[in-house]
């Protein structure tokens, strides 16, 4: 089973949470940005309805899937110094 990493860093000034190489809007406080992180975490684990999903890869071609909405990867929050 796939684990969404949800890491808490500091970023322009403030906080955020970093999935992949992703980075959250960025919350004025450590405690702020923790709690989104952890709220973005249980959603990413709801189940949802199966529907059909239209993506594009790294090399720039189209997919078309359905996606099984009760398919949910399990979650982490990590908030520790990355160095």
Wanted: charged share 25%; net charge negative.
């Amino acid at each position: 089973m796939v684990t969404v990493r949800y890491q808490i860093v500091e970023h322009d000034g403030g906080w955020a949470y970093k999935v992949g190489d992703v980075l959250s809007e960025t919350f004025p406080s450590h405690e702020v940005a923790l709690t989104a992180a952890n709220a973005a975490a249980a959603r990413q684990t709801l189940a949802g309805a199966t529907d059909g999903i239209v993506y594009q890869d790294e090399q720039g071609r189209w997919h078309e899937e359905l996606a099984d909405g009760r398919d949910r990867p399990a979650t982490r929050v990590v908030d520790e110094p990355s160095g």
